[in-house]
T-cell receptor, first 110, second 115 residues
Framework: GQSLEQPSEVTAVEGAIVQINCTYQTSGFYGLSWYQQHDGGAPTFLSYNALDGLEETGRFSSFLSRSDSYGYLLLQELQMKDSASYFCAVRMDSSYKLIFGSGTRLLVRP | EAEVAQSPRYKITEKSQAVAFWCDPISGHATLYWYRQILGQGPELLVQFQDESVVDDSQLPKDRFSAERLKGVDSTLKIQPAELGDSAMYLC?????????????FGPGTRLLVL
């Protein structure tokens, strides 16, 4: 079967930096995506990594190591509004279908 | 800004009844996805359409679930009969073609409660 592992909860202080890890075991791999979901809201796309390395988009960065089957999402200068669930998702094949992890609930404290 | 539309937003039904959910993707998006999300878990793909054709429905419980996208635009997901375990959020997403296809845009979802 396919599996994605990410921590269930992370707590951090406003203004700090937090890293959310994701390890995966899938039968195919084209790329790793990250989505943010606020309580009661819809998932929104944050990033997609197909190649090894770090991709930066404003306060958010995403990293991928294909050889280690590992990626992470880095959130800098945390704000209260960053409190949400963060999902990693693997694109397994050319169809663009995604397999989602169970999510990491991030709580940002004042 | 264009958005994915879904209706209804909430649905309460009794087990053994039929329910239907509607999704209108962002205009021009050829790929449409239906997901089910149980509270505290990630979305699980039920069915993927490319235009009006089903690309993947391997996780769709076909004995009770059906999905269609007749004209390759909006889509309907139906459950008949509903069971208690179907209580979840049903999310629709769409994506455009080419290199942008890795970005899926999600609608607000339909929260289903089966009593």
């Amino acid at each position: 079967g396919q599996s994605l592992e990410q921590p269930s909860e992370v707590t951090a202080v406003e203004g700090a930096i937090v890293q959310i890890n994701c390890t995966y075991q899938t039968s195919g791999f084209y790329g790793l995506s990250w989505y943010q979901q606020h309580d009661g809201g819809a998932p929104t796309f944050l990033s997609y990594n197909a190649l090894d390395g770090l991709e930066e988009t404003g306060r958010f960065s995403s990293f991928l190591s294909r050889s280690d089957s590992y990626g992470y999402l880095l959130l800098q200068e945390l704000q209260m509004k960053d409190s949400a669930s963060y999902f990693c998702a693997v694109r397994m094949d050319s169809s663009y279908k995604l397999i989602f992890g169970s999510g990491t609930r991030l709580l940002v404290r004042p | 800004e264009a958005e994915v539309a879904q209706s209804p937003r909430y649905k309460i039904t009794e087990k053994s009844q039929a329910v239907a959910f509607w999704c209108d993707p962002i205009s021009g998006h050829a790929t449409l996805y239906w997901y089910r999300q149980i509270l505290g878990q990630g979305p699980e793909l039920l069915v993927q359409f490319q235009d009006e054709s089903v690309v993947d429905d391997s996780q769709l419980p076909k004995d009770r679930f059906s999905a269609e996208r007749l004209k390759g635009v909006d889509s309907t997901l139906k459950i008949q009969p509903a069971e208690l375990g179907d209580s979840a959020m049903y999310l629709c997403a769409s994506s455009s073609g080419g290199a942008a296809q890795e970005t899926q845009y999600f609608g607000p979802g339909t929260r289903l409660l089966v009593l």
